[in-house]
């Protein structure tokens, strides 16, 4: 018996997109789609996506936790690192002083990074604490919905 190790692959990504996508995120999948969606007003949230542990166990359960608070981003976007790669690259030109990291968060206002939530902030800690960073950003720099 043999394993398809590309089938296996393809279902974690899937998996991956579909949790982001059901707590309300928009997926980028080209540098045209990051650079729309980076242009528009207010805040956005940017989940940089992955196949890692840490991202299924911390960062996506903290990502659709996070927003249901009185202050929270305007727009909820994710890109997947290594598979969505051209579009990670223009998100992550956009993250100035931070080190590729995924998974992670950045939190911009009007296109403009405001803070990041870096891997090293989210491995090894409980989701909720991420819920927390995530939380407090957002009642630094958006608004009451």
Same mark, same amino acid.
């Given at each position: 018996?043999?394993?398809?190790?590309?089938?296996?692959?393809?279902?974690?990504?899937? +998996?991956?997109?579909?949790?982001?996508?059901?707590?309300?995120?928009?997926?980028?999948?080209?540098?045209?789609?990051?650079? +729309?969606?980076?242009?528009?007003?207010?805040?956005?949230?940017?989940?940089?996506?992955?196949?890692?542990?840490?991202?299924?166990?911390?960062?996506?359960?903290?990502?659709?936790?996070?927003?249901?608070?009185?202050?929270?981003?305007?727009?909820?976007?994710?890109?997947?690192?290594?598979?969505?790669?051209?579009?990670?690259?223009?998100?992550?030109?956009?993250?100035?002083?931070?080190?590729?990291?995924?998974?992670?968060?950045?939190?911009?206002?009007?296109?403009?990074?405001?803070?990041?939530?870096?891997?090293?902030?989210?491995?090894?800690?409980?989701?909720?604490?991420?819920?927390?960073?995530?939380?407090?950003?957002?009642?630094?720099?958006?608004?009451?919905?």
């Amino acid at each position: 018996m043999s394993i398809d190790f590309n089938f296996l692959m393809n279902d974690v990504v899937r +998996q991956a997109r579909e949790e982001a996508a059901a707590a309300g995120y928009t997926q980028l999948q080209t540098p045209e789609e990051v650079e +729309q969606a980076f242009s528009k007003e207010g805040t956005t949230l940017v989940l940089v996506n992955s196949v890692c542990g840490c991202a299924g166990g911390i960062a996506r359960p903290a990502a659709a936790h996070a927003i249901h608070t009185d202050k929270r981003p305007d727009q909820l976007v994710t890109v997947f690192a290594g598979q969505d790669k051209e579009a990670t690259a223009k998100a992550r030109s956009y993250f100035v002083g931070y080190p590729p990291s995924s998974p992670s968060f950045a939190l911009l206002k009007d296109g403009k990074l405001c803070t990041m939530v870096e891997r090293h902030e989210i491995e090894g800690h409980d989701p909720m604490s991420v819920v927390q960073k995530l939380q407090d950003a957002f009642d630094k720099y958006c608004e009451e919905v």
